[in-house]
């Protein structure tokens, strides 16, 4: 497949996301912010960091970047879309996925292994696990607390559109322990947690690479 | 005609404000007495061009609505609206 990372000034997780999609053998490209054009991508991941300093609201200024309207285009045509912290961030601040990411309950900014349960398996993302499987991965991140309505939460609950969960130790006073979610058309997936980081025996875990095989495709 | 116009965010009610609960808790130590609660928002302070003080006072609202403010988290008020000399 053909896997495009987006480059927002301040991303840092671009790299590793472009490693770990290539380690699962994907023909993998960065795309820089300023650009229109996803040059045909499959799948396109935003990656973890500090869009824009974080400024005003974390993701609030990177959500208007040029290249967000071929991002918006690209979910609406059923594509996929994987928006991981940062990216989870500017997928809420866009309105492609619903609720939003608040600051962390506790005030600090996390940065730990935590452990995460497999809550939906028919997402292209999430296809290579077994439903309520048990992943690690780590989370870096001040603002991390998802946060929707009442009505919003039961409506991802019924439609099954919570991807991931926080097992144990919610790191950030999430709603309902949610790590990550899907949109209507399951194409899109946001998450919290970083399963770039945890792709390869070296990074001493290996339970995020599924997440890059794309195994539902 | 310039305007400054102040547009004040605040944590909508019913979310949680871990920076007010902790500003609360941090007065309480210091020995203020009788902080009940406090919390934390932001001001954004424009300087807009605009025929008139409802013509600013509608932009800044519309800035709110695109972009200074999240609605699912912030609720916003435009404060005030001054001709700036």
Redesign the interface.
């Known amino acids: 497949m053909k896997v495009a990372v987006v480059r927002f000034p301040g991303s840092n997780c671009d790299a590793d996301a472009w490693h770990a999609a290539k380690d699962a053998g994907h023909a993998v490209a960065f795309v820089w912010h300023r650009s229109t054009d996803l040059g045909g991508a499959d799948v396109v991941v935003l990656p973890g960091g500090f869009a824009y300093g974080d400024y005003?609201?974390a993701g609030?200024?990177a959500r208007?970047s040029p290249v967000m309207k071929a991002v918006e285009a690209h979910a609406k045509a059923g594509r996929l879309l994987l928006g991981i912290c940062n990216g989870f961030q500017v997928l809420?601040?866009a309105g492609i996925l619903p609720?939003?990411l608040?600051?962390?309950?506790?005030?600090s900014f996390v940065c730990r292994w935590v452990t995460l349960r497999v809550e939906a398996t028919d997402t292209a993302f999430t296809a290579g696990y077994r439903k309520g499987q048990t992943l690690r991965a780590p989370v870096a991140h001040g603002e991390g607390?998802y946060?929707?309505?009442e009505a919003t939460l039961d409506r991802l609950e019924r439609e099954g559109r919570v991807v991931f969960r926080y097992a144990g130790d919610n790191p950030n006073?999430a709603l309902r322990d949610i790590a990550g979610i899907t949109n209507e058309g399951r194409n899109v997936v946001g998450m919290m947690p970083h399963p770039e980081r945890a792709a390869e025996a070296l990074l001493g875990c290996t339970d995020g690479a599924a997440l890059f095989a794309l195994a539902g495709t | 005609m310039r305007w400054r116009v102040r547009v004040r965010i605040m944590p909508r009610q019913g979310?949680?404000d871990?920076?007010g609960q902790?500003v609360a808790h941090a007065l309480g130590s210091l020995g203020f007495a009788g902080v009940a609660a406090a919390r934390v928002g932001r001001t954004v302070e424009l300087a807009l061009d605009a025929p008139a003080e409802a013509d600013a006072r509608d932009a800044a609202k519309r800035m709110c609505e695109r972009?200074?403010a999240?609605p699912?988290?912030e609720d916003f008020v435009v404060d005030t609206a001054e001709a700036l000399a």
């Open positions: 005003l609201r609030a200024i208007f809420c601040e609720g939003a608040a600051r962390n309950a506790g005030l607390r946060v929707a309505d006073g | 979310i949680l871990p920076q902790a972009l200074l999240n699912v988290t």
